[in-house]
């Protein structure tokens, strides 16, 4: 895999915006006028060492603070991958920010102070990880300079993370690596303070872990968008449905249903700008052709005859509240889900989540901002879906305020 | 023996699919969206993505040319053939109409710009056209505003960005509702970098203008930029004598705030080996970036791409 997309979960101060600095500064992803204009801002705030945080934050109000306080996407490259990273912001609506960056990330680190261990937060982090299946987890001990570089240290927090962690299902895989953000051990370059620690370091992990593919290669779907209906002479009988592969693999000839309206076909032609395809899979752009003349339009899913996904108006989901204003009791929200747009309304809160200590809460049962939970939902029209754990396309959702248009909070389908 | 199929998609694919995906998205939420077309790179490479988006039909948008009328004569005749090429209509809405209309006012000196302004000449040609959306070609990597932008961002009627209060943007779900009167502006190259594009043009075989490449030029030195001195847009003071170097420009803007960089690179592998090299922002060479800390955070929050 060519491109990594990470997100970076952490609690204020412990290091998050320094080892984004490091990272970028080791692997010289850093330009010359970016590292002055830094050291310039710096001077004139009056800090007495360069700030490398200031690299991450944009904005007037966050350098003014010194505080992050939107995501913000990083990008750098080494020889061996690129690399994107959802940098989210520790303190001010937390939950929203962390969900939100690693709603497209294939790895999250978490960063753990060496002093403090595994705490609350540490917890809190997995958990949202957990929550939108990523599956691959870097666990940054950070600060092993304060701990005088200690292996028990060291092996204490990996003991205390593990046994947490053994309670969510979804993390595939954890690696430990010890790390001084602030002195670059292990980042880029391997400590000669820890020989104790024989494993890589924390770019080489980055560089060389194999995420596989968090694609769907098994249910083809096919979320259709637009059709393109040319009006020449030349492209005359042109239908071309066009989306982007959402899971599986589509190939001419494939028995295809399109869905709600369940009409059979045959595809004909995978349609691109540069000619035809022999094959099409996610997450690839195309334009499908029919055998058949169908009532197809946006919002319909194209899908493997074979394989259907379900279709229903009655919806489970987990979903994270992000609205100023608390959900309202069977109030009824727009419900976006892939290239199809709904009314929905909640019709039971069956229990929020204290994320913190995993347990469920039942005797509060109105949502907030930040707060997580089961609901179940009720559409006005049958939503075309896969379970979130299945494929991560066709089991989320958003939902939308319909009077003032924001996004108020995002969901994953339950199977 | 099976072998296990392998579904590899390549760095520069990912891309492609997913600025189809929102050019489309764009299309399809949009009543009636424009694409903002400088000349400029990466407007070219999302011009030329919208043109496979919905290939084999023409373009859903027109294209906009908010013209500060200080253009490289390069960019104008680049932008005429491009634009029939492609198929596409143009629409050019001039800072010097909305100057002669008492629309904006010429700033004043020898630093004057016509950068700011283009809000004004954007802002208008979007309420007349009762355009809701504008694609641009912006990209998170090249300035640290951008890198707080969604893929569809969200403006006030007024075309104002609040930065502080956007809407949270998740897996690829956008939220391109609003009130009447409201905008949006849509970012497909949100996830490019310089050298992505670079990467993409090459494969592409994508014509560029030939000012992206080296050349011999007339240019003055202003506050560690190179200034061109040959359209007579950006006045030397005479403490700013005029030198002939072999120059090319990394971006293409407003000429009298766009720097070049002396540069051998003559073809495009040149070039992407000295963008690989680079130690400069490519953004380093605006002067319009250049005028404060967070230049483009405020022309952004006054309605500006």
Known sequence: MDLLRFTTAGSVDDGKSTLIGRLLYDSKSIFEDQLEAVERFSRKRGDQHVDLAL???????????????????????????KFIIADTPGHIQYTRNMVTGASTANLAIILIDARKGVIEQTCRHAFL?????????????????????????????????TSFASRLDNLVEMTFIPISALQGDNVVDKSTQMPWYQGPTLLYHLETVYVGTTENHVEARFPVQWVIRPHSD?????????????????????????????????IKEIHTADGPLEEAY???????????????????????????????????????WFGEKPMSP?????????????????????????????????????????????????????VIYDSYAKNRITGSFILIDAGSNETVAAGMIRG | MSSIRSYHVSLLQQLESEAIYVLRETAAQFRNPALL???????????WLARKAFHPAGLPFTLLHVDTGHNFPETLSYRDTFVEQIGARLLVASVQDSIDQGRAVEERGHRASRNKLQTVTLLDAIAEQKF???????????????????????RNDFGQWDPKNQRPELWNLFNGRMHQGEQFRVFPLSNWTEMDVWLYIRQENIPLPSLYFSHQRRVFQRDGSWLDAETGFAQPQTEEPILEKTMRFRTIGDVTCTGAVESPAATLDDIIAEVAAARQTERGTRADDQRSESAMEDRKKEGYF
């Open chain 1, 55 to 81: 690299l991450t934050d944009g904005l007037r109000a966050e350098r003014e603070q010194g505080i992050t306080i939107d995501v913000a996407y990083r990008y750098f490259a080494t020889p061996r991958r």
């Open chain 1, 129 to 161: 990880a957990n929550l939108l299946r990523i599956q691959h987890v870097v666990v940054a001990v950070n600060k092993m300079d304060l701990v005088d570089f200690a292996e028990e240290r060291f092996e204490e927090i990996k003991e205390a993370f």
């Open chain 1, 234 to 266: 030349q492209w005359h009988d042109f239908r071309g449905f066009s989306g982007r592969v959402a899971g599986g693999v589509f190939k001419p000839g494939d028995a295809v249903t399109v869905l709600p309206s369940g009409f059979q076909s045959k």
């Open chain 1, 282 to 320: 996610s997450p690839l752009s195309v334009s499908l052709l029919l055998e058949d003349e169908i009532d197809t339009s946006r919002g319909d899913m194209i899908v493997k005859s074979n394989n259907p996904p379900q279709m229903g108006q009655d919806i489970e989901a987990m979903i994270c």
């Open chain 1, 330 to 382: 069977r109030g009824r929200y727009v419900l976006r889900h892939t290239t199809r747009e709904v009314q929905a309304v909640i019709k039971e809160v069956r229990y929020k989540v204290n994320i913190n200590t995993l347990h469920k809460i039942e005797d509060d049962l109105e949502f907030h901002m930040n707060d997580i939970g089961r609901i179940s939902l009720r559409t006005s029209a049958p």
């Open chain 2, 37 to 47: 077309f400088s000349g400029g790179k990466d407007s070219i490479v999302m011009a």
């Open chain 2, 132 to 154: 809701d959306a504008c694609l641009g070609g912006g990209r998170r990597d090249e300035e640290k505003a951008r890198a707080k932008e969604r893929f569809f961002s969200h």
